[in-house]
């Protein structure tokens, strides 16, 4: 580089020897004004500036504290290259940008920031006050598994259980302060390093209400319509999914009281349907569009079908097509099919009831029902049946015991035949009938129609023993046994018959020799060894009765007196006791009265001679009568009847007699 030296205080130009004397290599060190190239440095001072542009477009400079490229006139600041790197002054990178690729942004000579063909990849956090994003514009992530660093980071860096970072998606409104058409997203942080993540909306303009939320445990809530009460809850740790609660207690737990719906719609006409399937079976269970609701052992719904539902309401099980409201079908060739078993798990005086009816008012109230009681220990049952009267709850009719006894309206066979008061009907599994009848009512009845005849048989080990029957409209029973012993009850008259109800005569004992009736009372008479009226006897009586006795001059007193009788038709038997208390002036023959019956006064009757036996004094013999007297007899000497007897006291006489009464 050449150097000038001035003349100090020179006025006047330099000479050309002058000029020559202070210029070296003029030829060589000049840059043309046209151009040429720079060999050496160009120094600037401060605030000297380096001026590009007919308008001082562009300008370089320093200012004494810092470099400035300014750029004031017309048009942009452009800067070129194939590769632009802005680097510090110790060499680190600030910023690498790559033709036809990415523009690198850096932080401490590591890069954080760069584009990419889809958009920018930020390596670590984003802080921002905000993050506006257009409809179009979108954040992407090569996945996140738990080691990778996320795509976007929004950070609360305050401390402590209950903080939140919060996301807010705002649509046709810059008015963050406002929730009109807000939806916001916060993670709150819980205790240990757990956070929850909720979501809300805004439905009124005005109110914010959470919709979801996803807890530091995995659990996750959806919420009703006012925000507060989770009514879609999956429970993490226990795999469950609750609709209507926040406890499940099934794989699939729904809760409501209100009825709960639950429909699963194919819209078009063909076969909808569910299976349900583990290692080994397969269950279907759906809408089968020529059945109706089927339930298969398939996974088919119209293969193996087993419960089908038709669109009458009737209910198939192991048919297609039920012919009734209930229709089981089954197949057991040989064996024993058990087509339905209703169970009611509970223990001693338990019961299991089918009811049936068509006005089952209220909880079944009316119709009829089918029981199954269980009785006691070891589970004895029975079968019981019950129907209802008009508009009445319905009671129990008949029963089959677990011994097998029939009971109709009644209900246990102990003391039925003794003590019971209950009226019924009782079939004994052993064999036997006992009925007893309500109050003032029927206890059986065996009506034969038509033709007179048998009505009720009676066998012993298939042999016919006796029977009940008709004959011209009369009752008749007997036995058949040996021989035709038969009793027809007529038109006031039992009498003899064979087993058809003809005339028997003469052929039926009354009793036997070792079987004999006790007492036989009679209001009529009994015809003895023929059917005439003399051998009719009317009457037979046993009896006491108080003889009195007077002395045909004088008198004395009695004591003692007695009298027994035995009377069979018209002839009595007495005997006669008569006691002298005290002769006083009694004498002569003694007349005696009171007998039980009167002497006949005709029919050959008369006075019946007596033989007169006196004890106690004399012990002599006397004679006597009874007869129609002006009494009933008399006690007198052996000579006539006008003897005396001149009785003494203390002397007793007995007389037993024989007479006829009218």
Known sequence: MATIVTRAGKGSPLTNTEVDNNFTNLNTDKLEKSGGTMTGDLSFGDNDKAIFGAGSDLQIYHDGTKSVIDEVGTGNLYIKATELVIRSATNEDFIDCTTNGAVRLYHDNSAKLATTSTGIDVTG???????????ASEIFSNGFSGGETPALRLTNTSQGVGTTATLELIAGSADSASNTRKVVIENTSTTGSGSTLQFYTTPDGTNLYRRLNLHNNGDISFYEDTGTTAKFFWDASTERLGIGTSS?????HLSSDTPIPLKLERTSDADSY???????????????????????????????????IDSSGNVGIGVSSPSGVLHSYGSNDGGDLVSAIFHNQGGANTSTTVRLGTDLVGSGSRGTYIKAINTGAGSPHDLAFGTNSASSTPTERMRIDSSGNLLVSATTTSGFQSSSSESGTIVYAAGGIASNSPSNDVAGVFNRLGTDGIIVQLKKDGTTVGSIGSSTGYLRLGSDFVSQTHLIMGSNYVAPATNSGATNDGNIFLGSSSRRFKDLYLSGGVYLGGTGAANYLDDYEEGTFTPTATASSGAFTTTSNTGTYRKVGSMVYVHISIGIANVGTGSGYINLSGLPFAFATSGGAGQVPLIVRETNVL?????GFLGNTPTDGRIHGFANSTTTVNPQTGDRFNISACYITS
């Open 125 to 135: 956090t984003v802080t921002a006050d905000g993050l506006v994003s257009s409809a």
């Open 274 to 308: 569910i299976s349900y399937k583990n290692t080994t079976d397969e269950w279907t269970a759906g809408l089968d569009t020529s059945e109706g609701f089927v339930i298969s052992n398939s996974s088919s719904i119209s293969t193996n079908q087993r419960l089908v």
């Open 248 to 252: 499940p207690s099934n794989l699939l």
């Open 619 to 623: 012990g002599d013999l006397f004679g």
